[in-house]
């Protein structure tokens, strides 16, 4: 952990190779995010939702509504890879859609859809070969991204969002 608001687990470093071991070890953070976050979020009242986790960034309500509309987004394009020869993939403006007003819905939406969300996630990275790990899509902003090192990225990013919550509740006294 660091004392970084912005990343306070640290930033995503790829490793060179990507072990099974590994992935085993992200598919099981995915497998436990969805609870970690709603206890993260548990009875927090309204006012605390809708703060921010650092100084000009998004209030805990944006950060559930982002993980669901980021998992959401990885997911499918886990599916693309697994159906399609190397699929470029379309980007999204994930800073606009924090804007968007739904992301003044209750956080209990986000945190149902994550739930199940990564339950199919997790049963379908669990039931991959090793072959099919290595499948992958193409990013038009960042390149190659294959399912196996896109399964360590969002281990990483439930980590990194759950972070930023926890982390708010610590300092704050929550």
Do not use: C
Request: negative net charge; glycine residues 4%; charged residues 20%.
């Amino acid at each position: 952990m660091t004392d970084d608001l912005q990343y306070p687990v640290g930033r995503f470093t790829p490793p060179v190779a990507v072990s099974q071991d590994d992935v085993n070890d992200a598919i099981a953070t995915l497998a436990e995010s969805p609870g970690l976050l709603r206890n993260a979020v548990d009875e927090l009242p309204l006012s605390r939702l809708n703060t921010p986790y650092r100084p000009g960034g998004w209030t805990v309500r944006q950060v559930v509504h982002h993980v669901a509309d980021s998992h959401m987004n990885a997911f499918v394009r886990v599916r693309l890879a697994l159906t399609e020869d190397w699929p470029t993939i379309k980007p999204y403006d994930e800073a606009a859609w924090a804007e968007l007003h739904d992301a003044l819905a209750p956080v209990e939406w986000s945190l149902e859809l994550i739930e199940s969300l990564h339950a199919r996630w997790v049963m379908l990275l669990q039931s991959l070969t090793e072959l099919q790990f290595e499948r992958g899509f193409v990013h038009p902003e960042s390149g190659r991204t294959t399912v196996a090192m896109s399964t360590l990225v969002y281990a990483w990013h439930s980590r990194h969002h759950l972070a930023h919550i926890t982390h708010l509740r610590t300092r704050e006294g929550w």
